[in-house]
């Protein structure tokens, strides 16, 4: 059952009227942040520089999302001890099958050129084992823009203003490009952070709020959202290894499917986050962490699903 048709609570019909009239600017059924607009943007859209970490550790996680991702941990537990029994052969086809349609859909939600999975492994991007710096994100942006018609510079941050806009008005500014650097370093600071507590070490959460960060910072001109999931599925697989004494090399459940087709409403939730200092961001947070709780459940049940007819087209192949 598709997020979108779920009514947990009230909440989730205001999300529905938000994605009637929310407008991003699309690009092929994608969402893209622009920067060829002439309205004139006031300096006080821009968010001034601030601590990215003391941000997220200003959020208190609300307990119908703990008890919600309480709920999503014992289903991934049970997932986990199905994929173990297929063992290493049938479970790695099934991964690399996953990846496939992580690959497929990632980059349907912005519309370009696919990679393919031994692409994706020949560049080691999987998974990161050591610190990740901003060499790694540089070479992760190139890599899945390269062979695409993207008109501007590659493989590096960018120097240009990019925004979002609704009903021909901005709405959203990201940081100034001479700001972008100082919010990565924080944002590399808290991926590689390892402290006590929930929000450093449940994969869940850990790798939604990534996601966010990486988002709203915005550091390319283009291929934001695709890097975005693939460190969201790094620093997942590596919590998850961490956690459940496992050693994925290949991400064990991945979203970008049930986000595609889900897409007004991740491009609404992450929306609704202000991305300044000192703002309220409780509300919009926790519905974001909810949310992307939702989308592993879907993902859950479909990767299921997918197992079954996997196994059935290999033992044919026999």
């Not at 997918?306 to 059935?312: G, S, T």
Request: proline fraction near 3%.
């Amino acid at each position: 059952m598709f997020y979108d048709m779920i009514t947990r609570d009230s909440s989730l019909f205001f999300d529905k009227i938000c994605d009637m009239c929310y407008y991003i600017g699309y690009l092929k059924g994608g969402i893209r942040m622009e920067n060829n607009f002439n309205e004139k943007i006031d300096n006080n859209m821009f968010p001034n520089y601030f601590d990215v970490i003391k941000y997220i550790y200003s959020v208190e996680i609300e307990q119908g999302v703990l008890e919600h991702l309480a709920e999503l941990q014992e289903k991934f537990d049970k997932y986990l001890k199905t994929l173990k029994k297929y063992g290493h052969n049938k479970a790695l086809d099934y991964l690399l099958f996953s990846l496939y349609n992580e690959l497929l859909y990632s980059n349907q939600i912005e519309s370009d050129r696919i990679l393919s999975p031994i692409e994706m492994l020949d560049q080691q991007i999987l998974i990161k084992k050591s610190k990740l710096t901003k060499s790694d994100i540089c070479k992760l942006q190139a890599k899945i823009l390269e062979n695409t018609t993207c008109p501007y510079p590659i493989g590096e941050y960018r120097n240009e203003v990019v925004f979002v806009r609704k009903n021909n008005k901005i709405v959203y500014v990201a940081p100034m490009p001479s700001d972008v650097s100082k919010f990565m370093k924080r944002f590399m600071k808290f991926y590689n952070m390892n402290e006590d507590g929930l929000i450093d070490n449940d994969p869940f959460i850990k790798s939604a709020l990534l996601h966010l960060l990486f988002v709203k910072i915005h550091p390319f001109i283009d291929g934001n959202g695709r890097v975005a999931r693939t460190l969201h599925n790094q620093k997942f697989t590596s919590l998850v290894n961490s956690t459940y004494h496992t050693d994925f090399v290949l991400s064990p459940l991945n979203i970008s499917y049930s986000l595609y087709i889900n897409k007004d409403s991740y491009f609404s939730r992450l929306a609704q986050i202000d991305f300044k200092e000192n703002a309220d961001i409780n509300f919009g947070i926790n519905r974001w962490l909810d949310f992307i709780i939702y989308m592993y459940e879907e993902q859950l049940y479909q990767s299921n699903n997918n197992m079954q007819k996997v196994n059935k087209v290999l033992s044919k192949l026999k």
